[in-house]
């Protein structure tokens, strides 16, 4: 690290074992602050254990985590979330049976109270464009505006770090240009950690790539040095 | 969610000023029954806190239920207190013990969660027994008619018993509705709906099933602590399984996670058993026909199949 | 008597009950075993079993021996076709949902019990065992003359004891070998290990979940067939085999055959033991508080391992 601020997150060391499994290995992982970082690698190279264990939904079998200076390895979630941290699950999870309107506002009770949690929720509501839609129950949604959804929810917590899980799965053309959009809207301000399966998504809006591969860290820069770097091209990016 | 607040609000006073007005032309018997709904309705509302809304099912709450009758009853019978004091003890014992079965229940979910409260409950019940020297047992006892009293209101009197079922039912039913329409209240329905998810929202769903463990706990414990003021007994019976397993039956028929479906519910099965023990003496059948049938026809009970079909606003 | 034979007296009577639960408990833990559901009319089925028993004997007339074997045939089948019934009716068309099946059998616990109050009626009734020959017992003494043996006064078991617990023994054996020998104990164990494989590989899931649940409650009817001759049919004697195999199933690690079997060894045993000693009501606060502390705090059992 050099003379800059504390980073915003940094993991030490991180492991961890399903019985006998190595899902993650040994990852020193560093976050800055108001960076937008993506997360590639093939299916089980352990980026949603990584940031499960992030976010405090599995507990690491080895390591440590550090989240604005503190040690939060033995915290709980919903602490870590307290602290400013927001997850957006991979497959959604929303609540089916209650309005969209109340999926957002449980979002945003968590810090702010009354008139102000209302008028959050409208303001997440409106910027992923399901405002429209506030009173229908979240169950009925189609399935991309329940990925949008998950993000409303994710932003409605106004947090500090948004980690969010492959989120453009199953969005339209038109929906992930508005995504790309959004997510540089919130950049300066918010730490986004993103697992995306979409390259172009990566490429362009991407500072810096991790490149994960069984369990463990493979590579890391620029897009531009990810797309020249031979190892990733033989483990990963294999088809350009 | 957003809005029907005036016409719940509307509603459910109304029920209230109906349940006021009728004790007026009653017949004595329907009378007496109405008193013994209403405090045993505010147990099933209790229950549903827990049940209905935060989707918690328990098959202890007779532990509860029966913690504010024996708080109270052994206040009064051992420590010689006053009726006033003996309710704060019945409530205290219930809050108490919710909050002792909770911390340890809650480290379990589903099926566990259901034996681990059978058991703790039957634990209790067993104690009662046990200690028959203080509570005597399966006989019970009756609260004298002097202690029945609550500075000049003679609790033992028809007319002033029906007005104190009726506020302790009023209580319970309008702070259940205010409850669910309070932060605290929407994250139990969340709790309900997905518990993950909500714990990744950054509230602590331990703690909030501990509050509502409590809250459900220490009502049961005061419909437990007026059932042996007003009606004058405690006995073991309450204590037993199947008053862990009536207000389940209740909350189910009437429709669990609505504000008056317990109520409802309770009217309901209170009518049907009443009548079929001047049938029978197996009356209980009729209980367990209910369940069955609401399990395979009418999951979401009498006011859950309302608000499906006709008024979705209804809370 | 002195304290020595009465502990072994002690000891033979619990074993008799630790008999009767094993197999009880054993029918709980099938059902949980392959359905993961919990019945909790099962101990309604145990006391139907002692019911038919009593019937089938009192129908029958004759030497009691008679009608005790033709009972050990009709009531396990009779109760367990009526399980298979209920589950084929009820259990089946809410899915096995875990919780919806407790309040569905809790509704079946009345539904049997009450029925029969109405059929049987509320007294007790005895079934006459169908051989009794008093078995007087020697215990060893330090005498003056070394050691010999005494017959002391009232130390005695009965042959039809014996007969309750070699019989039980032989029925979990045949459990056990049904179970991991058998065809019809592989489809089990199939469904059991994947409930969607085994629809896959054209396992009828449906029959043997009826067939399970039958043979669960055909047990519990067994169990008391062996009992009734020592204790009486009566119709609320379901609870107490119901909370013990609750205990048993829960300690010996849900679902798992040969820790629900020493478990219930173990419990059968302490629980005579003790309650000629304590008073019955402490042993049971006791074992109760014992289960949900197992559970909050060791949920695969005492005697199961935490891997999966």
């Known amino acids: 690290m050099g003379v800059a601020a504390v980073s915003l997150l940094t993991t030490s060391g991180l492991t961890r074992h399903f019985s006998g499994i190595h899902a993650v290995e040994g990852v020193d992982f560093t976050l800055e602050a108001g960076e937008i970082r993506a997360l590639i690698g093939s299916n089980g190279a352990g980026k949603t254990t990584l940031v499960s264990m992030i976010c405090g939904r599995i507990p690491p079998s080895a390591g440590e985590i550090h989240f604005d200076g503190r040690d939060i390895t033995r915290w709980p979630a919903h602490r870590r979330i307290m602290a400013g941290m927001a997850y957006t699950f991979q497959i959604s999870s929303i609540y089916a049976g209650l309005p969209v309107f109340e999926n957002v506002a449980l979002a945003a009770r968590r810090k702010r109270r009354g008139r102000a949690a209302e008028a959050a929720t409208q303001e997440a509501l409106m910027r992923v464009g399901l405002w429209e839609r506030a009173d229908q129950p979240a169950g009925d949604l189609a399935y991309g505006h329940q990925r949008l959804l998950e993000i409303a929810m994710g932003l409605a917590q106004s947090p500090r770090l948004l980690i969010l899980d492959e989120p453009t799965q199953g969005l339209s053309e038109g929906e992930i240009a508005a995504f790309k959009a959004l997510i540089r809207e919130l950049a300066p301000a918010t730490t986004i950690l993103l697992i995306e399966h979409n390259m172009s998504v990566v490429m362009e809006l991407a500072e810096r790539v991790t490149v994960m591969d069984m369990g463990r860290i493979l590579a890391e820069g620029t897009p531009a040095e990810i797309r020249a770097n031979r190892a990733v091209q033989a483990a990963y990016l294999g088809t350009g | 969610m957003r809005g029907g607040g005036a016409r719940a609000w509307t509603l459910h006073l109304a029920v209230l000023v109906l349940l006021l007005a009728v004790q007026f032309v009653l017949p004595a018997y329907h009378h007496g029954n109405l008193a013994r709904i209403m405090v045993l309705a505010s147990y099933a509302v209790g229950y549903n806190i827990l049940f209905g809304y935060t989707g918690l099912l328990s098959l202890g709450h007779a532990l509860f239920f029966a913690a504010g009758m024996y708080g109270l009853g052994l206040a009064i019978k051992l420590g010689g207190w006053a009726a006033g004091p003996a309710i704060v003890a019945g409530l205290g014992a219930g809050l108490l013990l919710s909050l002792a079965v909770g911390a340890l229940a809650l480290r379990t979910s589903g099926v566990a969660f259901m034996i681990v409260t059978l058991m703790f409950a039957q634990a209790g019940y067993l104690a009662i027994l046990y200690f028959g020297a203080f509570t005597r047992g399966d006989e019970g006892f009756v609260i004298p008619r002097e202690a029945r009293m609550i500075m000049w209101l003679d609790l033992a009197d028809a007319a002033t018993r029906y007005f104190v079922a009726l506020a302790l039912f009023a209580l319970c039913l309008l702070f259940c509705l205010w409850l669910m329409r309070q932060p605290l209240g929407r994250a139990l329905i969340a709790i309900r709906e997905n518990e993950e998810r909500t714990e990744m929202l950054g509230y602590d769903t331990f703690r909030l099933k501990l509050v509502a463990v409590a809250i459900s706990g220490t009502m049961s414990a005061a419909a437990g602590a007026a059932y042996a003021l007003l009606f004058g007994y405690v006995g073991a019976s309450f204590a037993a399984v199947q008053y862990s397993i009536l207000p389940l039956l209740w909350v189910l028929v009437g429709g669990a996670g609505t504000v008056l479906g317990p109520f409802l519910g309770t009217l309901f099965m209170f009518y049907l058993i009443d009548i079929a023990s001047g049938l029978t003496t197996a009356y209980m059948m009729i209980a367990g026909v209910v369940l069955v049938m609401i399990t395979l026809f009418a999951r979401s009970g009498l006011l859950g199949e309302a608000r499906r079909r006709l008024w979705g606003w209804l809370p | ?308």
């Open chain 3, 1 to 308: 008597m002195e304290f020595g034979p009465y502990l072994m007296l002690a000891t033979l009577e619990g074993a008799v009950s630790a008999a009767v639960l094993a197999l009880t408990a054993v029918g709980l833990s099938l059902v949980f075993g392959v359905m993961r559901v919990v019945n909790v009319a099962h101990g309604e089925f145990f006391m139907l079993g002692a019911v038919v028993a009593w019937t089938v004997a009192h129908w029958l007339g004759g030497h009691p021996a008679l009608g005790f074997a033709l009972a050990l045939v009709v009531a396990p089948v009779a109760v367990g076709g009526l399980a298979a019934v209920a589950d084929w009716l009820v259990l089946k068309r809410i899915g096995y949902d875990p919780e919806r099946t407790i309040v569905a059998t809790i509704g079946l616990l009345y539904i049997i019990q009450q029925g029969a109050l109405m059929g049987f009626g509320p007294e007790a009734r005895p079934v006459e065992p169908p051989f009794n020959t008093r078995l007087a017992l020697p215990w060893i003494e330090w005498g003056e003359e070394g050691l010999r043996l005494v017959w002391p006064w009232g130390l005695a078991t009965t042959s039809y004891k014996l007969f309750v617990i070699l019989a039980a023994a032989a029925v979990l054996l045949g459990v056990w070998a049904l179970m991991a020998r058998s065809r019809a104990g592989l489809v089990m164990q199939a469904t059991r290990e994947d409930r969607e494989m085994a629809l896959a590989f054209a396992i009828p899931v449906g029959r043997v979940y009826a067939g399970v649940f039958g043979l669960g409650a055909g047990l519990a009817a067994l169990a008391a067939v062996l009992i009734v001759p020592i204790q009486q049919a009566h119709y609320l004697m379901g609870g107490d085999p119901l909370l013990l195999s609750f205990i048993v199933v829960i300690i010996g690690g849900l679902g798992s055959l040969p820790g629900t079997v020493l478990a219930a060894v173990l419990i059968g045993l302490t629980d005579g033991i003790v309650s000629v000693f304590f008073s019955p009501t402490l042993a049971k606060i006791l074992a109760t508080l014992l289960v949900a502390m197992v559970l909050v705090f060791r949920p695969q059992g005492l005697f199961g391992s935490t891997a999966r």
